[in-house]
Structure formats: structure tokens, C-alpha cells
């Protein structure tokens, strides 16, 4: 957009900055690799290549820029931008698609009201329930008046499983 703005200074701020970014996310893309199997896993691994090679495009803009290249720097962008855009594609597919890295239970729906699952009283300071509610597992605990569904918000595991600290 700032290119076709002819903001030239603008542009490169905006490339320096989103490959530093790229730079860190890569790094965090790398973790939730490494304990992925199978499809997922090869299909992470395509998502980071093409991530890559947006990079390296982005960064080849960069220092066309630099060096007073400016047409260069503008097709490598765009080149990046595509690049980009596919390994996008390929990450939304590995979260909204397979649930990689996400809690697992994201886009199952509990009921649309208010309901009541057990008595106020029933559970003691400090201790934890898990019970069925519309097909969904909800965790009760009494711990300074917070309820908490049962599922973390990393991956959906259990948190019924666990202790209350």
C-alpha cells in the first residue's frame, strides 16, 4: 500500500520491521513444530519454507531499497507478498483445520443459556469438579469465586486432571 503511495521511507520502515517480526515468529513456529507428527508436521514444515522464502524475498527488497533500487525493491515486495499469502493459507489450514497448537475444543458450543449444573454449596474451598454440561465438560472450583471451564486454552487438556493451587 505504501508503495503505491510512492511513501518510499515508509515502505522500507514497514519491510525492516515486519522482517524483524518474522525473524521472532519463526521462532515460535519452530517450538510448535518440533512436537507436531505426521501431516501436520510436513505441512508445518511447507508453511515455514514458504514462510522463509517470503522472508528472504522481503529482505532482498530491503536492500534493494537501500542500495537505490526502488523498482527492484517493489517487485521483490510484492513477490513476498505472495510468498506470504500462500504460506497463510497453509497456516490456517494447520490451525483452523487440524486444530494444530490451539485448544482442541475451540469450536465446540455449549448451550446458548445460563444452566445450572450443581449447587452452590456443594463444593468445598479449594476443591475442583468436572461435570457434563450439554455434551461439554465444565470444571467447577471454588477458589476466590472463580469458575473455570475445563479445558486450557493452549491445547484443550483436561484441567479436571489436575490440582487446584
Known amino acids: 500500500m505504501l508503495d503505491a503511495l510512492g511513501d518510499e521511507g515508509g515502505a522500507m520502515a514497514v519491510t525492516a520491521g515486519g ?3 518474522a525473524i521472532v515468529t519463526a521462532a515460535t513456529g519452530a517450538a510448535d513444530w518440533t512436537v507436531s507428527h505426521g501431516r501436520e508436521k510436513r505441512l508445518g514444515l511447507l508453511h515455514g519454507l514458504v514462510n522463509g522464502g517470503g522472508l528472504a524475498l522481503q529482505a532482498g527488497s530491503l536492500a534493494a531499497r537501500l542500495a537505490g533500487g526502488r523498482r527492484a ?3 521483490l515486495s510484492l513477490t513476498g507478498l505472495g510468498a506470504s499469502t500462500a504460506a497463510a493459507l497453509v497456516g490456517g489450514e494447520l490451525v483452523f483445520g487440524r486444530g494444530l497448537m490451539v485448544d ?3 469450536w465446540t458450543a455449549g448451550p446458548a443459556e445460563w444452566t445450572r449444573v450443581l449447587d452452590g454449596g456443594a463444593l468445598a474451598e479449594g476443591a475442583a469438579q468436572a461435570v457434563d ?3 461439554r465438560k465444565v470444571l467447577l472450583a471454588r ?3 472463580r469458575v473455570c471451564e475445563d479445558t486450557c486454552s493452549h491445547a484443550g487438556g483436561q484441567l479436571s486432571e489436575g490440582a487446584v493451587t
Do not use: D, F, Q
Open 104 to 106: 482442541h475444543t475451540a
Open 143 to 145: 477458589v476466590g469465586g
Open 73 to 75: 525493491g517493489r517487485l
Open 133 to 135: 454440561l450439554a455434551g
Open 19 to 21: 522482517c524483524l517480526a
